[in-house]
Nanobody
């Protein structure tokens, strides 16, 4: 059992930065891959980034490559998403998710636990 709570969303202008945080609880947090997903109004939930168990490897969606950086601090049970040079198309509810095991994947169905989401709105 893993519980996740996102925070850090807000309203910003294009070109600005935000850092999202996800606080995790549960005995298995440090043993699974963690992901970030986002969902815009009327759209499917899309992959954003995933990080390996020890934080040594990351994979990003093409749309955020070079602008977003995912990290984790297992000692603090925290995962982060640093978002730079935000664009209006980044507007969405952002969710953190815990994987079922150590595998890093872009597929949402792999993730067993989800936070409640935090809203990011980018104005042009």
């Amino acid at each position: 059992q893993v519980q996740l709570v996102e925070s850090g969303g807000g309203l910003v202008q294009a070109g600005d930065s935000l850092r999202l945080s996800c606080a995790a609880s549960g005995r298995t947090f440090s043993s699974v891959a963690m992901g970030w997903f986002r969902q815009a109004p009327g759209k499917e939930r899309d992959f954003v980034a995933v990080i390996s168990v020890n934080g040594g490897s990351t994979i990003y969606a093409d749309s955020v490559q070079g602008r977003f950086t995912m990290s984790r601090d297992n000692a603090k049970n925290m995962v982060y998403l640093q978002m730079n040079n935000l664009k209006p198309e980044d507007t969405a509810v952002y969710y953190c998710a815990a994987g079922r095991w150590s595998t890093m994947t872009r597929e949402h169905y792999y993730y067993a636990y989800w936070g409640q989401g935090t809203q990011v709105t980018v104005s042009s």
